[in-house]
């Protein structure tokens, strides 16, 4: 199956800086690329949808001048929390799909990651 | 708005009992259906999918899930469990609303699934 790799797995930052996590779909070019939050025994929340060369779609109430998308490429996506606070410590993981000939793919999610802002 | 039903929040069984998880969907255009697995700390892992078709559909490791339209379900099954199969399942559903085939996927709060050796 299509492989979906997240880096780095696990990140400890500091209060007020920036941190970069990186989705790469590695044997596909993604049409799509998603970034959800997941808070502990809850289930995943939908941050951000994104498609090469255009503007990620933020979900209501996410902010979008603190957590930066960039799809750079079909097989590249980058989340960046921008300042960030301990409150933005979560498990945050991405997904990719793609097109075949009749409709959108099933997502192929990356292994998550860790972090933790103190 | 679509939404997914998963009313077990947490089952336990037996290692080699039976299994079923069940996952109720809003009613929508022609759904598509999804089953995935979260092991602690990790990422998800497709078990299953359904688009067209068979509604019995069969996935990885020994699960099947069925389709019922007129039951707006697909429950997640399977005959005898593994201490392996401990993990997190999530059920989801996405609507093709223009009917070009492009989705929103909307997931369930999952089920945790205990098993006793």
């Known amino acids: 199956g299509a492989v979906v790799s997240q880096h780095p797995s696990w990140v400890i930052c500091k209060s007020g800086t920036s941190v970069k996590i990186e989705c790469r779909s590695l044997d596909f070019q993604a049409t799509t690329m998603f970034w959800y939050r997941q808070f502990p025994k809850q289930s995943l929340m939908l941050m951000a949808t994104?498609?090469?060369?255009?503007?990620?779609?933020?979900e209501q109430g996410v902010e979008k001048d603190k957590f930066l998308i960039n799809h750079a490429s079909l097989t590249l996506s980058t989340l960046t929390v921008t300042s960030a606070h301990p409150e933005d410590s979560s498990f945050y993981i991405c997904?990719?799909?793609?097109?075949?000939?009749?409709?959108?793919?099933?997502?192929?999610f990356g292994q998550g990651t860790r972090l933790t802002v103190v | 708005a679509q939404s997914v039903t998963q009313p077990d929040i947490h089952i336990t069984v037996s290692e080699g009992a039976s299994l079923e998880l069940r996952c109720n969907y809003s009613y929508g255009a022609t759904p598509y259906l999804f089953w995935y697995v979260q092991s602690p700390g990790q990422g998800l892992q497709l078990l299953l999918k359904?688009?067209?078709?068979?509604?019995l559909v069969q996935g990885i490791k020994g699960f099947e899930a069925e389709f019922k339209r007129s039951q707006s379900s697909f429950n997640l099954r399977k005959p005898s469990v593994h201490w392996s199969d401990a993990a997190e399942y999530f059920c989801a559903v996405g609507y093709d609303y223009s009917g070009a085939g492009s989705y929103q996927l909307t997931f369930g709060k999952g089920t945790k699934l205990s098993v006793i050796p």
């Open positions: 359904y688009f067209s078709g068979d509604t």
């Open positions: 997904s990719a799909r793609y097109r075949d000939r009749w409709r959108d793919t099933e997502a192929f």
């Open positions: 994104s498609n090469e060369g255009s503007k990620a779609t933020y």
